[in-house]
C-alpha cells in the first residue's frame, strides 16, 4: 500500500493542495483559458472535475500565489492580482418550485455581499446581482471574475414538468443576463453544467459565451488525459499490481480498458474518468465506481415518458450542433446521453464533419445495460432482455 492521499469527494483546490492529497496539475490550461477568453461555457459529465475547476479558477482569480507553488501556472502568471470573485453553485437545492431557485440565488448574494462587505440593494435577484457587480468594481478597484457551477441542475430537475421548467427558465435567463449587461465590470465569467440549453433558452440573455466544451485545445480540461494519468499514478500502479500480484503493464491495461475512453473533441488524447480512478486506487479494486454513485433522475423520468430506442444507441451518427444542444429532446436523446457522460466520441469524419458515438469504457458498457437499460428492457416472461448491439 502507498501513503498517497487520493481527494475522494473533495473538489476545493486550497484544500487539496494544503491537505497534499494528489493532484494533476491542470493549472496550464487553467491560464490559457483565463487569459484567452472573457465568457466561456463547458459542459462536461457529472463527477469529472468541473468544480475542482471551478475552485482552482477562484483561487487563481484571488491571486492566492501561494497555493500554486511548484505547479505550472507558477511560471506563467507574473502579477497575481487579486479581484474579486462572485462564485456561484446551484448543485445543492432540488428545484421543484420556483421558489427555491429565487431563494438559492439569494442566498448566494447574501453570501457574496458578506464575504465582500457590500450592501445588497434591489426589488429582485438579478438588480441585487447588477448592483453587486458595480459596487465591488467601485470598491475594489477591480473588475469582477463570475463563476456558476452546474447552472443547469434547476432545469434538469424539471425535465418532466414544461410549465415549471419554463417558469424556471425565465427565472435564470433574467438573471445570466446580468453578466452580459455589466460588462464594463467583468474580467472573466464562466459558466459549468452536464448539459447545453439552446440559444432560445437560457442562454438568449447571454449569448457571448464561448463554447469550449467540444474544442481540441479544452479536450482535457478535465478528466485525467493519457499522458497525465501515466504521469501521476506510477507508484499508484505499482501499488495495485503488487496488491493483485499482476505486472505493471498489465495493471495499465486494467485501468485504461475500464475507466479510459472518453473523447470530447474531434482530436486529443483519450480521457480517463476521474471519480473512478481515484477510488479504484484509493480501495485497490477495479469496480463501477462513477455509475454506482448515481443515475442521474432526468435520465430515468425522460427515458420512462418517451419511446427512445435504447437498443441501438452505440454507432449513432450525429453532427457537433446536434450534439450541443438539448432544447429539443421530444424524439433524439443520444446529445444527452453524450453529455451526460454514457456516450462519448469515438471517431470524427472530417469530410462531413460527423461524429461516430459509442461507450467510452468497460464501466459504461456494462453498467448501462446491467443498471439503466435493464429497467426498461423485459420480455414476456418477465425477464430483462439486454438488447445489445457490437461495440464500436
Same mark, same amino acid.
Not at 466544451?213 to 501499488?239: L, Q, R, Y
Given at each position: 500500500?502507498?501513503?498517497?492521499?487520493?481527494?475522494?469527494?473533495?473538489?476545493?483546490?486550497?484544500?487539496?493542495?494544503?491537505?497534499?492529497?494528489?493532484?494533476?496539475?491542470?493549472?496550464?490550461?487553467?491560464?490559457?483559458?483565463?487569459?484567452?477568453?472573457?465568457?466561456?461555457?463547458?459542459?462536461?459529465?457529472?463527477?469529472?472535475?468541473?468544480?475542482?475547476?471551478?475552485?482552482?479558477?477562484?483561487?487563481?482569480?484571488?491571486?492566492?500565489?501561494?497555493?500554486?507553488?511548484?505547479?505550472?501556472?507558477?511560471?506563467?502568471?507574473?502579477?497575481?492580482?487579486?479581484?474579486?470573485?462572485?462564485?456561484?453553485?446551484?448543485?445543492?437545492?432540488?428545484?421543484?418550485?420556483?421558489?427555491?431557485?429565487?431563494?438559492?440565488?439569494?442566498?448566494?448574494?447574501?453570501?457574496?455581499?458578506?464575504?465582500?462587505?457590500?450592501?445588497?440593494?434591489?426589488?429582485?435577484?438579478?438588480?441585487?446581482?447588477?448592483?453587486?457587480?458595480?459596487?465591488?468594481?467601485?470598491?475594489?478597484?477591480?473588475?469582477?471574475?463570475?463563476?456558476?457551477?452546474?447552472?443547469?441542475?434547476?432545469?434538469?430537475?424539471?425535465?418532466?414538468?414544461?410549465?415549471?421548467?419554463?417558469?424556471?427558465?425565465?427565472?435564470?435567463?433574467?438573471?445570466?443576463?446580468?453578466?452580459?449587461?455589466? =460588462?464594463?465590470?467583468?474580467? %472573466? #465569467?464562466?459558466?459549468?453544467? &452536464? $448539459?447545453?440549453?439552446?440559444?432560445? @433558452?437560457? *442562454?438568449?440573455?447571454?449569448?457571448?459565451?464561448?463554447?469550449?466544451?467540444?474544442?481540441?485545445?479544452?479536450?482535457?480540461?478535465?478528466?485525467?488525459?493519457?499522458?497525465?494519468?501515466?504521469?501521476?499514478?506510477? =507508484?499508484?500502479?505499482?501499488? %495495485? #499490481?503488487?496488491?493483485?500480484? &499482476? $505486472?505493471?503493464?498489465?495493471?495499465? @491495461?486494467? *485501468?485504461?480498458?475500464?475507466?479510459?475512453?472518453?473523447?470530447?473533441?474531434?482530436?486529443?488524447?483519450?480521457?480517463?474518468?476521474?471519480?473512478?480512478?481515484?477510488?479504484?486506487?484509493?480501495?485497490?479494486?477495479?469496480?463501477?465506481?462513477?455509475?454506482?454513485?448515481?443515475?442521474?433522475?432526468?435520465?430515468?423520468?425522460?427515458?420512462?415518458?418517451?419511446?427512445?430506442?435504447?437498443?441501438?444507441?452505440?454507432?449513432?451518427?450525429?453532427?457537433?450542433?446536434?450534439?450541443?444542444?438539448?432544447?429539443?429532446?421530444?424524439?433524439?436523446?443520444?446529445?444527452?446521453?453524450?453529455?451526460?457522460?454514457?456516450?462519448?466520441?469515438?471517431?470524427?469524419?472530417?469530410?462531413?464533419?460527423?461524429?461516430?458515438?459509442?461507450?467510452?469504457?468497460?464501466?459504461?458498457?456494462?453498467?448501462?445495460?446491467?443498471?439503466?437499460?435493464?429497467?426498461?428492457?423485459?420480455?414476456?416472461?418477465?425477464?430483462?432482455?439486454?438488447?445489445?448491439?457490437?461495440?464500436?
Amino acid at each position: 500500500m502507498t501513503d498517497i492521499r487520493y481527494p475522494i469527494g473533495i473538489q476545493t483546490f486550497s484544500k487539496i493542495i494544503s491537505g497534499r492529497y494528489i493532484y494533476v496539475d491542470k493549472t496550464e490550461i487553467v491560464y490559457r483559458l483565463a487569459n484567452k477568453y472573457e465568457y466561456v461555457f463547458l459542459s462536461r459529465p457529472r463527477r469529472f472535475g468541473k468544480s475542482l475547476l471551478m475552485s482552482t479558477l477562484e483561487s487563481y482569480f484571488k491571486g492566492e500565489k501561494e497555493l500554486f507553488k511548484g505547479l505550472a501556472i507558477e511560471n506563467l502568471e507574473k502579477d497575481w492580482i487579486s479581484y474579486p470573485v462572485f462564485r456561484f453553485d446551484l448543485s445543492p437545492s432540488n428545484y421543484d418550485d420556483l421558489s427555491k431557485l429565487i431563494g438559492m440565488i439569494e442566498n448566494s448574494l447574501k453570501i457574496i455581499a458578506y464575504d465582500y462587505s457590500l450592501p445588497l440593494e434591489g426589488s429582485d435577484n438579478s438588480v441585487r446581482f447588477i448592483n453587486l457587480i458595480k459596487k465591488a468594481y467601485e470598491k475594489y478597484g477591480q473588475k469582477v471574475v463570475i463563476l456558476i457551477d452546474e447552472y443547469d441542475k434547476p432545469m434538469l430537475d424539471c425535465l418532466h414538468d414544461s410549465d415549471l421548467s419554463e417558469r424556471l427558465k425565465v427565472e435564470l435567463r433574467s438573471f445570466y443576463s446580468v453578466i452580459k449587461a455589466s =460588462d464594463r465590470y467583468i474580467k %472573466f #465569467a464562466m459558466l459549468t453544467g &452536464i $448539459t447545453k440549453f439552446g440559444k432560445i @433558452s437560457v *442562454f438568449s440573455g447571454l449569448n457571448n459565451l464561448k463554447d469550449i466544451s467540444m474544442m481540441p485545445a479544452f479536450n482535457a480540461i478535465c478528466g485525467i488525459s493519457e499522458s497525465e494519468f501515466h504521469h501521476n499514478f506510477k =507508484d499508484s500502479i505499482a501499488s %495495485f #499490481a503488487d496488491e493483485h500480484e &499482476i $505486472t505493471e503493464e498489465e495493471a495499465w @491495461s486494467k *485501468f485504461k480498458t475500464m475507466y479510459d475512453g472518453y473523447h470530447f473533441a474531434s482530436s486529443g488524447e483519450g480521457i480517463y474518468n476521474p471519480f473512478s480512478v481515484i477510488n479504484a486506487f484509493d480501495e485497490n479494486k477495479l469496480k463501477n465506481y462513477w455509475f454506482a454513485s448515481g443515475s442521474p433522475s432526468y435520465l430515468i423520468r425522460l427515458v420512462e415518458r418517451n419511446n427512445y430506442r435504447l437498443d441501438s444507441i452505440e454507432g449513432q451518427i450525429r453532427k457537433e450542433d446536434q450534439l450541443s444542444d438539448i432544447t429539443d429532446m421530444s424524439e433524439d436523446f443520444v446529445p444527452l446521453l453524450y453529455q451526460s457522460g454514457y456516450l462519448t466520441l469515438k471517431d470524427y469524419y472530417e469530410e462531413t464533419s460527423e461524429y461516430l458515438l459509442g461507450f467510452p469504457n468497460k464501466e459504461v458498457d456494462s453498467s448501462f445495460w446491467g443498471s439503466l437499460a435493464s429497467r426498461f428492457f423485459r420480455g414476456i416472461d418477465g425477464n430483462i432482455q439486454k438488447l445489445r448491439v457490437p461495440s464500436v
